[in-house]
């Protein structure tokens, strides 16, 4: 079995300083963890991921991601929020076992940039 | 090139109506993925194809949910005899194969009455 957990329901932080949203997970094997953004009337869109590689993961628009195990947490990092970063963030854990493959999303965080 | 689209974008069905949500995937990804997104929620599994064969669909809520993909690129996803704790917005992802990164369509928004 598997699942996320997102600490924060919203987050609101000012344009121009740090971002943080806090995701930890469970899972019975080796997982994949994502994640993904979703801005009004728009679909998904993968922001990184991590795949048993390096820890410290890099993605679009600034966005980075440590998996850290013995935390089992995933968190996502900006240094300097921007306003088109307003957004629903979603942590996403997935295994591939025995032919079977799902995504399995968290409840997600708001985020609102104020100017 | 184009995305994952998917029709209608909006749906508003009676208590009681069928409806068919359809999802175009990109071409020539394998892999085809279903998933309900409730209000204030997380996207949630229904169900997954493999070209034409439906290898899990352990999501689906009730045997009211159908779902096909006949010649392996469009994928219907039906609710028979709709109820109000269907309304949702229904979300078609697509990857080139299993474990590949998902692409997501805008989704369908289902409103039940």
């Known amino acids: 079995a598997q699942s996320v957990t997102q600490l924060d329901s919203h987050v609101s932080v000012s344009e121009g300083t740090p971002v943080l949203l806090r995701c930890n997970y469970s899972s019975s094997y080796s997982p994949s963890l994502f994640w993904y953004v979703q801005h009004p009337n728009k679909g998904l869109q993968l922001l990184l991921k991590y795949t048993s590689a390096a820890t410290l993961v890099k993605g679009i628009n600034g966005f980075e991601a440590e998996f850290k195990k013995s935390e089992t947490s995933f968190h996502l990092t900006k240094p300097s929020a921007h306003m088109s970063d307003a957004a629903e963030y979603f942590c996403?854990?997935?295994?591939?076992?025995?032919?079977?493959?799902?995504?399995?999303f968290g409840k997600g965080t708001l985020l609102t940039v104020n100017p | 090139g184009a995305g994952v689209s998917q029709s209608p974008r909006y749906k508003v069905a009676k208590r009681g109506q069928d409806v068919a949500l359809r999802c175009d995937p990109i071409?020539?990804?394998?892999?085809l993925f279903w998933y309900q997104q409730a209000l204030g929620q997380g996207p949630e599994f229904l169900t997954y194809?493999?070209?034409?064969?439906?290898?899990?669909k352990s999501g689906l809520p009730s045997d009211r949910f159908f779902a096909e993909r006949p010649e392996g690129s469009v994928s219907t996803l039906k609710i028979q005899r709709t109820q109000q704790e269907d309304s949702a917005v229904y979300l078609c992802?697509?990857?080139?194969?299993?474990?590949?990164?998902?692409?997501f369509g805008p989704g369908t928004r289902l409103t039940v009455l």
């Open positions: 996403v854990v997935s295994v591939l076992f025995d032919s079977n493959y799902k995504l399995t």
């Open positions: 992802a697509s990857s080139p194969r299993l474990w590949d990164e998902q692409f």
């Open positions: 194809f493999q070209n034409e064969a439906q290898l899990d």
């Open positions: 071409s020539g990804h394998v892999s």
